[in-house]
T-cell receptor, first 114, second 111 residues
């Protein structure tokens, strides 16, 4: 099976812009989770989607949003970018029914906000 | 609320020495605990989970509910064990509990 893929791999934006990141899960996986990874805070949970419904949400401002399509592909959007949004954004998919099943991670999208 | 604490940011050990990476958690329900590992230039991947009770690459971890700990251990460290290790927690069989990670411990095995 092909692994989780994320596009783009690298992105440079300026403050105030918005950005959309894409994630394609492993075939057959219906759960997709997003994480923000930074050197200071480590891995922080953003949100999880299961069968096109947001099932869980982390403590991030409303500028961070996401969605999942019927083919389980997911996108996350960050509006009005701030310098502090610079991070590696990881997507993970899971084949289980519940949020704590084994997560398979993508390579990440490195976002730099100038 | 769920919380995972990894007290050590960096742990350096000599090759052949025992390794213990500490993980403490806080969760009111039945926990499901995991260790994930990220080797240099590789993706984050599952190392082991407590319900499977497996030993992976010589690593083991025992869930201690009394001490709310899930420490990762290996009797003899190898250079290829050098990596970033993350402890993670979710609710057992719960669709309403996301996976929460600790901040990670970087293990450096010195030859």
């Amino acid at each position: 099976k092909a692994g989780v893929t994320q596009t783009p791999r690298y992105l440079i934006k300026t403050r105030g812009q918005q950005v959309t990141l894409s994630c394609s899960p492993i075939s057959g996986h219906r759960s997709v989770s997003w994480y923000q990874q930074t050197p200071g805070q480590g891995l922080q949970f953003l949100f999880e989607y299961f069968s096109e419904t947001q099932r869980n949400k982390g403590n991030f401002p409303g500028r961070f949003s996401g969605r999942q399509f019927s083919n389980s592909r997911s996108e996350m959007n960050v509006s009005t970018l701030e310098l502090g949004d610079s991070a590696l954004y990881l997507c993970a998919s899971s084949g289980g029914q519940w949020g704590g099943d084994e997560q398979f991670f993508g390579p990440g999208t490195r976002l730099t906000v100038l | 609320a769920q919380r995972v604490t990894q007290p050590e940011k960096l742990l350096s050990v000599f090759k052949g020495a025992p390794v213990e990476l500490k993980c403490n958690y806080s969760y009111s329900g039945s926990p499901e605990l995991f260790w994930y590992v990220q080797y240099s230039r590789q993706r984050l991947q599952l190392l082991l989970r407590h319900i499977s009770r497996e030993s992976i690459k010589g690593f083991t971890a025992d869930l201690n509910k009394g001490e709310t700990s899930f420490h990762l251990k290996k009797p003899f460290a190898q250079e290829e064990d050098s990596a970033m290790y993350y402890c993670a927690l979710s609710g057992l069989n719960s669709g309403n509990t996301p996976l929460v990670f600790g901040k990670g411990t970087r293990l450096s095995v010195i030859a």
